[in-house]
């Protein structure tokens, strides 16, 4: 599904995005398109990219790429797939009840649930806040365990 949505494989193009993407949410998914939960999350933004185009642009950015992981250090993405937000060049920030609200890790389970962040995100934005709550239920987010190899 990731042929049907924009994919960032240079810094420059991953910059242009964010700095020229203007009073719309730009959403950014750090992943592999050989990965099944990549491709799970794509199928979930490809089907709703028509939905939100009004107030959000969808771009995929390939994890695999030499340019890229200046981005991948700075948003510390370990985990794949990762979702990062920003509104007009700003990094827009969710509480979702993990320790870590910079990104969305994981696949969202429906597409009403991706729409449903995209909205709250960008109403946030409209009124200035750089971070919202998630308006999910705890049971729809996803959690994950960090494990430490040689603890």
């Not at 050989?34 to 969808?58: G, N, P």
């Not at 990094?91 to 910079?102: E, I, L, P, V």
């Amino acid at each position: 599904m990731s042929y049907l949505l924009r994919t960032l494989t240079k810094k420059e193009e991953v910059d242009s995005m964010i700095r020229d993407t203007v009073d719309k949410l730009l959403v950014l998914r750090f992943g592999r398109s050989s990965d099944s939960v990549c491709l799970q999350l794509d199928d979930i933004l490809s089907k709703s990219e028509r939905e939100v185009s009004k107030f959000a642009s969808i771009a995929l950015v390939d994890v695999d790429s030499e340019e890229i992981q200046v981005y991948i250090k700075y948003f510390d993405i370990t985990l794949i797939p990762s979702t990062v937000f920003f509104f007009n060049a700003h990094h827009m920030k969710m509480d979702s009840g993990s320790a870590d609200h910079t990104k969305w890790v994981g696949a969202f389970h429906r597409k009403q649930d991706f729409i449903d962040v995209v909205e709250e995100i960008f109403r946030g934005a409209m009124k200035g806040k750089l971070i919202v709550n998630c308006p999910l239920p705890p049971e729809r987010i996803p959690k994950f365990q960090l494990l430490y190899k040689d603890m």
